[in-house]
Nanobody
Framework: QVQLVESGGGLVQAGGSLRLSCAAS????????MGWYRQAPGKQRELVAT???????DYAHSVKDRFTISRDNAKNTVYLQMNSLKPEDTAVYYCRTRVRLYDYWGQGTQVTVSS
């Protein structure tokens, strides 16, 4: 079994910053792609950013140049540094991790950006 524990969400004013963390534990031999997704009220869950074990990244156009995804392979942890936050970034942010053939999701952490 794989457990993902997210932290770092909260309330911030527009223009502010937050850093999310997601630590994977359990049966994580073969862990590969890690990423962040988000879901705003009334909207579908969408990709925010992903990162491979080698450090290759991919970003949604809406967050490029504002958000940075990184990972610590030794700690099986993925991070999302969010700068210049906007009210439209308000959502529940979910960590997603691929272990061998399966995808696992975290419980989600709320990010609220006030105008």
């Amino acid at each position: 079994q794989v457990q993902l524990v997210e932290s770092g969400g909260g309330l911030v004013q527009a223009g502010g910053s937050l850093r999310l963390s997601c630590a994977a534990s359990g049966s994580i031999f073969g862990i590969s792609l890690m990423g962040w997704y988000r879901q705003a009220p009334g909207k579908q869950r969408e990709l925010v950013a992903t990162i491979t074990p080698g450090g290759s990244t991919d970003y949604a156009h809406s967050v490029k140049d504002r958000f940075t995804i990184s990972r610590d392979n030794a700690k099986n942890t993925v991070y999302l540094q969010m700068n210049s936050l906007k009210p439209e970034d308000t959502a529940v942010y979910y960590c997603r991790t691929r272990v061998r053939l399966y995808d696992y999701w975290g419980q989600g952490t709320q990010v609220t950006v006030s105008s």
